[in-house]
C-alpha cells in the first residue's frame, strides 16, 4: 500500500499523502493541494471525493453492502429494535439490556410537547407539504426546552420527532392531536399516536409493528448521503443541533433524495392508469430526451443491489402476503425491477432498485398515506444525522466551505 501519491504538473515533481479506511478504500489528502501546487480539484456533486473520516456506517457499492458501526445491515433487521439500533448508531456499540433500559425510559420521560409548539402548530395551514411543517417545527422545538444537557438534546428529538409526525398526520386526516402511551415500546406507540381513535386504542397487529421497526432501521443511517452531509456542513458552521437536523429534513425532501420514495408510488400509480404498459415506462426513462426517470432506481454509491431494497422488498412480499391483501402496486413494481434489470440501459449503467423503491410499500400497507413517506423516511434517518452531527464536533471538522472555478466576468467598471 501505497503512503503518497506522485506526480508532476508543469515539469514540478509533488508528493501528496494517502490516506486508508478500515476496508483499505483509499483517498489522497489533498488539503495541502493548493498551496502547494496553486490547483485546487474540481468535483461536482463530490462523486470522488471524501469530506471526512467517519465510523458510523459503511456502505460497500459494488459489493451491495452496508454495515452499521461494523454490524451488517442483514444481522440488525434481525437482531435489534429500531431503538436498539439508533443506541448503536449513536453510541458505537449495542447497548446492553440495562443501557437498553434506561435509554428507553429516558425517551419516554421526553415524549411531550411544550404547550407553545401546539399552539404554533395550530396556525400552520394544512395544505403546507408535511415536510415543511416538520421541518419548521424541528427548528423551533429547542426553543422551548431549556436546561438542555448535552446527551439530552438527542433524546428530546428521538421522543418528539415522532409525536410531531403523528401531529401533522392527525390533522390532514383531521383527527385530534395524538396520546403518548408510555406503556408501548417505541414502534407500538409511533402506530398508537397516529391511529389511535378517539375512544379507541390503536389494535396492535405484530405483522405490522415489525416492518415498521424493519423499515425504520433500513433507513438510520447511510454515510454521506445528502441530506447527512448537509447536518454536518450546517454543524461546521457551529450552528445547533435542532436546526442542523432541521436543514437536513429540507435536503431530504427533494424527489432525488428522500423525496423518491413518494415519488416511486406516484409513477407506479401512473404506470397502472396508463394500462401497465412497463416496456413503454422503461423506454421513457432510456429516453435522454424525456425528463422522466425510474424513480427508486439507481444510487450513486451502489452499483449492485442495494441490500435495503432487497430486504424491504422482502418485508414488503411478507406484509402483504401475511396480511393476506392483495397489492397490485407490489406486483406491478417486481414486475417493473424484473424488466429493467434485463435491459442493457439498466444493466450497463449498473442501476438497481434502492431503498426508496419498495419502502412506500410498506408505508402504505401500515396506512400510511404517499404524503407522510419522506416524513417517516426522516424519523428513521434521525439517529444518523445526529450521530454524524455529533461526530463532527468530535472531529473538529473544520467549517465546511468549498472553493469553485470562476467563469463569470472579468474585473469591469460601472458606467455612469
Ligand atoms: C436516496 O446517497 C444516498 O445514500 C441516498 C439514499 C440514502 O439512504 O440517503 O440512499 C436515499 O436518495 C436513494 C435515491 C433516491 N432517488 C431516486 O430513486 C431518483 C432516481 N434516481 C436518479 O435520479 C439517480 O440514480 C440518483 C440521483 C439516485 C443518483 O444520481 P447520480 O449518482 O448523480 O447518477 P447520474 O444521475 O449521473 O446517472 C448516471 C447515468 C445517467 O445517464 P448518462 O448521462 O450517463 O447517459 O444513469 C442514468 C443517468 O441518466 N440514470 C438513470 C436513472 N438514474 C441514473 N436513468 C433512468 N432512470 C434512473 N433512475
Redesign the pocket.
Known sequence: MCSVVNFNINGYHYKLPVVYGTFYEKAINISQLRDSTGFITFDP?F?NTGITKSSISFIDGEKGELLYRGYPIEQIINKCSFIETSYLILNGELPNTAQLKSFSEKIKKFNHLHKEINKIFDHIPNFYHPMGILSSLTYILDTFINSLQKEDMYLHLLAKLPILAALIYRKKVGLPPPHVNPHLDYTSNLLEMFFSIPNKSYEQNPIITDALNKILIL?AD??Q????TTVRLLGSADTGLFSSISAGMSALWG????G?NQAVIEMLEDILRSGGNIKKWIEK??N?KDPF?????????YKNF?PRAKIAKKVAENMIQKLGISDPILELAKNLEKEALQDPYFVE?K?YP???FYSGIIYQAIGIPKYMFTVMFALG?LPGWMAHWKEMKNNKDPIGRPRQIYIGYKKRNIQK
Do not use: P, V
Not at 225 to 228: E, G, H
Not at 255 to 258: E, K, N
Not at 293 to 301: A, D, K, S, V, Y
Open positions: 456533486g462523486k433507513h447511510h454515510e448521503n445528502c441530506s447527512t424527489r432525488l433524495h428522500g423518491a426513462a432510456k435522454k426517470r425510474l424513480m427508486g432506481f439507481g444510487h450513486r454509491i442495494d449503467k442501476l434502492n431503498i426508496d434517518r
